[in-house]
Structure formats: structure tokens, C-alpha cells
């Protein structure tokens, strides 16, 4: 994968990284001034961000994290001691459960060990429930939070000027959406309420390509028939609903776990 800069708006950068297929997100002001969305899994991941920022702008920058996984916020130390953002709750599940994150990482990459071990977890300190805006070198940056969905914290960055959206994990592209923290009961319409509210045709997702504002809408109306079929299995049981998932059965697995969770509370 050709991990370069690929410019999607005026000003705006995404770099897909072979590790994860995760994207961070660049946004640079008139003054050099940049936002930079998402700091990768390490330190080591981190430095590599820092040096293709680095690249393309020499200003301070601000941090914004999407959400409270680790690939997308255990690099957030070496980019101190600038502001770093993120939901509230993004904040609170860090401070909570960072040390498990990293055990959890571990055990799963164990080849990366020494690696995950140099992490200094480190949460947003400055935090919002349901909207911000930033001033980046003189150009408006607008983070939302519009509801449960991937995770109880998933942050979209809309850059109005520019008519680009990061979507954050709310949007998956070359991969089922993953549902391990999800809330699929919500997902949809959170998934709509972004849509109904920023009129954009360029969608960053978390993961993967770039999108269109058709591919969303197509994934939005996949999550709406999880959603459905989750409520008609709770009801009717799995064995006749199961085949009508459209994603592979161990994503579909955990959706229907995370919507039974929903509906058992």
C-alpha cells in the first residue's frame, strides 16, 4: 500500500496505512496551523505520522480522536503537549480501560509486544458531548457526536469549507463494520443523522478507500436491516433469521450479541 498523503479537499489529507488499512485524517489552516485526526497504534506508528505531517506542513497542530480504539489513539503521546480532543466518554473509557486495551492488543499481536509495551496511554483532555468547533489556522473545523454506534463515542470531523466528512469507525470501507463495542440498535440512525446533517459527497471512513455519499447511504441501509433482523431474532429465535444477515457469520456474531446486550438491558 502506498502510504502517501492523498489530498480530498482543499487543504485536506488522508493517509491510508497499510497497518489496520486505518486512515488518519490532515487538515492544515491558512497559517500552517493543521488538525490531525487519529495517531495510529504506537509510538513507532506515530513517529512515521509525524514525519508525513511533517511533510506537508511545519505549523503546531491539534489532535482529534474518533474513538475510544486503540488503533486510532495509542499514538496520542508523542504529539503532546498539544491539545488533544475527543468525546467525553472517548476520555472516561481511556482513563478506565487503557491498560486492558493494550494487555488486549498484546494478546492478540504478541510479535508486537515490545512495541505496544513503550505506549504511554494517554486520553483527549479536552472533551465535548455533542458538538465543538475549532479554529484551525482560520478555517472551522466542526466535531459531532450524533449518537451511539460503532462505539458509545464516535467523533465525526466535518470540514464544511472543503466539503469533506471524517467518518470516522461509523463508516467501514473494504471490510464489514465491526461491531465488538457496538450499539446496533442506534447505529442506523446515528448513521442518518450525519447524513441528514452534512450534505457532503466525500466520507472518510475509518478504514479503508475514500466513499461517496451513495456508499454510506448503502451501508446505513445494511445496519437498518441488522438492526432488523437483530429485533426479529430476539423474538423468533436464530435459526430462520441467521442466513438473512448480509455480513459473514462471525461479524454477524457479534452484531446480534451487541443487539441482544441492547435489548436485555
Given amino acids: 500500500m502506498n502510504e502517501q498523503w492523498q489530498e480530498i ?15 488518519s485524517g490532515l487538515i492544515v489552516g491558512d497559517d500552517g496551523h493543521c488538525l490531525v485526526l487519529d495517531t495510529r497504534t504506537s509510538h513507532r506508528e506515530a513517529a512515521d505520522l509525524i514525519e508525513a505531517v511533517r511533510r506537508i506542513t511545519a505549523g503546531p497542530w491539534t489532535v482529534v480522536n474518533s474513538h475510544s480504539h486503540y488503533d486510532h489513539y ?4 508523542l ?25 488486549k492488543v498484546i494478546g492478540r499481536l504478541p510479535e508486537r509486544r515490545e512495541e505496544l509495551e513503550e505506549v504511554t496511554i494517554v486520553p483527549p483532555d ?18 459531532r457526536h450524533f449518537g451511539l454506534g460503532h462505539t458509545s463515542n464516535d467523533v465525526v470531523v466535518h470540514v464544511p469549507d472543503a466539503g469533506v466528512v471524517f467518518a470516522g469507525d461509523l463508516v467501514e470501507e473494504g471490510a464489514p463494520p465491526a461491531f465488538g463495542d457496538s450499539y446496533p440498535l442506534d447505529w442506523p440512525a446515528t448513521t442518518a443523522a450525519m ?6 459527497q466525500v466520507f472518510v471512513p475509518g478504514h479503508g478507500a475514500v466513499v461517496d455519499r451513495e456508499f454510506v447511504q448503502a ?8 438492526a ?20 459473514p457469520e462471525d461479524v454477524t456474531s457479534k452484531a446480534i450479541a451487541r443487539a441482544f446486550m441492547q435489548l436485555d438491558a
Wanted: proline residues 3%; aromatic residues 8%.
Fill in 126 to 143: 479536552h472533551t465535548f458531548t455533542v458538538a465543538a468547533s475549532l479554529d484551525i489556522g482560520g478555517r472551522i473545523v466542526h466535531l
Fill in 79 to 103: 504529539f503532546r503537549p498539544a491539545e488533544i480532543w475527543g468525546h467525553i466518554r472517548c476520555a472516561e473509557e481511556i482513563e478506565r480501560h487503557g491498560e486492558q486495551h493494550r494487555a
Fill in 228 to 247: 432488523e433482523l437483530a429485533r426479529r431474532a430476539h423474538v423468533e429465535g436464530l435459526r430462520d433469521v441467521i442466513k438473512l444477515f448480509p455480513y
Fill in 219 to 226: 451501508q446505513r441501509a445494511e445496519l437498518a436491516l441488522v
Fill in 74 to 77: 495509542f499514538g496520542n503521546a
Fill in 9 to 23: 479537499g482543499d487543504r485536506v489529507y488522508v493517509r491510508r496505512h497499510e497497518s489496520f488499512d486505518m486512515n
Fill in 195 to 200: 447524513l441528514d446533517e452534512m450534505p457532503e
